[in-house]
């Protein structure tokens, strides 16, 4: 064995603890029970850590796992037995409920985060959240941008699509915004254009209003 093998195999263990570190954070596993879990897999059933861990298949089975029950950690089978089976059958589950599951998480959003919607009698323009993944594709059918590959990373929570729009014309596709973390990331119209000077304007108020960082359109909203 070669000092090179030795800090492959050094990086790679490293990297496997990272990523069973991140999976008991974000599920809320057990140390211990994870780890017999883990040992039964490599003795009984033959699947490596490598296998559960480096290529994803554990972290897919509990992110499936954690959507088909609804996002509730407490119901989740977090340690399953016949794991190559049991992944297996949630993939399938999952892709059959897929669209189902993002109807609801879209509307789970849409309350988390309704404070950021925004309409004001003196106002000509509103903010809105889509509440269905089917608006997000007419927002990118209308103004011919990118915005449907926002739908996944949004139905996944990290980030978040908003809608321009004029008052007297709400259901009119007109300027999208991008919010992640807080900040406005991107503001654009049709294909992909920079919103008129009334909308910047109005997104100068909106972002102070609703306590959103302008990030990268800061100089185009302090005008």
Not at 151 to 174: A, H, N, S, W
Request: some cysteine; charged content about 35%.
């Amino acid at each position: 064995i070669t000092e090179k093998n030795l800090l492959m195999e050094d990086k790679q263990s490293f990297q496997l603890r990272i990523e069973l570190i991140s999976l008991i954070k974000e599920y809320n596993l057990d140390l211990k029970s994870v780890s017999r879990w883990i040992k039964r897999q490599r003795n009984v059933e033959k699947n490596d850590i490598i296998f559960l861990l480096r290529t994803n298949h554990y972290r897919d089975y509990l992110r499936c796992e954690y959507e088909l029950k609804d996002e509730s950690l407490s119901r989740m089978v977090k340690y399953p037995k016949n794991f190559r089976t049991e992944f297996h059958r949630v993939q399938m589950e999952y892709t059959a409920r897929k669209a189902s599951i993002d109807r609801k998480r879209f509307e789970r959003l849409h309350v988390q985060y309704s404070k950021l919607e925004y309409e004001n009698p003196d106002d000509e323009f509103i903010v809105t959240i889509p509440r269905q993944p089917v608006e997000i594709e007419n927002e990118a059918n209308e103004l011919c941008h990118c915005v449907r590959t926002y739908i996944q990373p949004m139905t996944e929570g990290r980030t978040l699509i908003l809608f321009l729009r004029k008052k007297d014309e709400p259901d009119v596709p007109y300027v999208t915004l991008e919010i992640k973390n807080g900040i406005l990331k991107q503001a654009y119209g049709l294909h992909d254009s920079k919103p008129s000077q009334k909308a910047l304007e109005f997104l100068r108020k909106y972002c102070t209003t609703t306590n959103v960082v302008p990030g990268c359109w800061k100089k185009e909203i302090d005008l």
